[in-house]
């Protein structure tokens, strides 16, 4: 019996988009295609992980790139290195922090659930600022050697340290800056600009925009820090000798498996999502237009029903958006959710990518 028809297991109906929670979004046929080649034969992980860097690097026009298994991994990722920077002994006692460098800094805005990510991998967050601003000197303050990196996140609303300024600041005290890309990327010019703007390791996601394994991202950034990367991920079941010279040889323990190596991805990651950015670069907008022409249906036939609707762009997720205007709860279309029962005008936003928004 096929297990998607387990009784009790309900079927839906996903309007939110590519959310882990509902399964993400179907894979397109050659990205299975891709994915069931790369069980042809049998290679080593660390010199896929190598090919599938550099051709991804390539592919997006950035110095480097290292495949992880979401977004969320990437960010594990980028603290373990912004912490331990390449020291061997410290990469082998995380989640412990052994070094200096413990705490990871945050505009208060900046705060998302994936903060968790951070924290796993042993940093302490430090918040700067207010709920909706952000101060060049409130970072300045709390910037000296204990601070491992600074996590930027764009999209942000309010009064807040730009990316720019923020690389400029940490970088004036040698710190890297960690962006989460995860939303925002593709499109992949913002990826370059975030690279442009200071950003030293940026977290992507695999399974959202550009629609490849649901369990599977990249860590994006400068060639020296995404370097680092390979060992932190490190599986050292194997003897030392039949690893690759980047595992470190003066480890102070046994050698054994990196900090991240929980955050595994396999062949199927690393080729599905190689494969999708390379169909999402044929043809960057083609995702978005059946969705697109649902948001025009939807405008018409509200529009025709007397509804205020009214076509709007959300430019952070750079998508657009119909915003449904619902007056009278006694005599328009009422959403369903007990809380908007007795609102008497309240309005809605819908879009393509992410359905109901707000
Ligand atoms: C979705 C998301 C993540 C995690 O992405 P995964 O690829 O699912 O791990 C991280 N940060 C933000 C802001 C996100 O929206």
Not at 77 to 88: F, N, P
Not at 96 to 107: D, K, L, N
Not at 123 to 149: F, K, N, W
């Amino acid at each position: 019996m096929d297990l998607l028809d387990t009784p009790g297991l309900r079927p839906i109906v996903n309007g939110v988009g590519p959310a882990t929670r509902l399964g993400g979004l179907p894979l397109a046929d050659e990205v299975w295609d891709a994915m069931r080649a790369a069980f042809r034969h049998p290679v080593r992980l660390d010199e896929l992980q190598a090919a599938a860097g550099a051709r991804l690097s390539a592919l997006l026009e950035i110095p480097a790139c290292y495949v992880t298994s979401g977004a969320a991994a990437a960010l594990h990722l980028a603290t373990t290195i912004a912490l331990t920077q390449g020291d061997e002994a410290a990469i082998d006692r995380l989640p412990v922090v052994v070094g200096a460098r413990s705490t990871v800094v945050i505009q208060k805005a900046h705060r998302d659930p994936y903060d968790r990510a951070v924290e796993q991998a042993g940093a302490r967050l430090l918040e700067i600022g207010y709920p909706a601003s952000s101060h060049p000197g409130e970072l300045e303050r709390v910037l000296d050697e204990s601070v491992a990196a600074v996590l930027f996140r764009p999209g942000r609303s309010g009064d807040l340290l730009s990316l720019a300024e923020t690389a400029a600041i940490a970088h004036a005290h040698g710190i890297p800056v960690i962006v989460d890309g995860a939303l925002h990327v593709p499109p992949v010019d913002r990826l370059r600009r975030f690279l442009a703007d200071g950003a030293d390791l940026i977290a992507v996601s695999g399974g959202k925009g550009f629609r490849g394994p649901q369990a599977s991202g990249l860590l994006c950034g400068t060639a020296d820090w995404v370097s680092l990367a390979g060992v932190h991920q490190q599986d050292m079941d194997e003897r030392p000798t039949t690893w690759s010279p980047a595992v470190p040889r003066t480890s102070p323990t046994p050698p054994r498996h990196g900090p991240s190596r929980p955050m595994k991805v396999g062949r199927e990651q690393l080729v599905g999502l190689v494969a999708a950015v390379e169909r999402y670069l044929r043809d960057p907008g083609a995702d978005e237009l059946p969705g697109i022409a649902e948001l025009d249906r939807a405008e018409e036939t509200l529009g025709a029903a007397g509804l205020a609707v009214e076509r709007l762009r959300d430019d952070a997720l750079d998508v657009p958006m119909l915003r449904i205007r619902v007056e009278g709860a006694a005599t328009a279309p009422t959403p369903s959710h007990a809380r908007w029962r007795h609102v008497p005008s309240r309005s809605c936003s819908v879009s393509p990518r992410h359905g109901m928004a707000s």
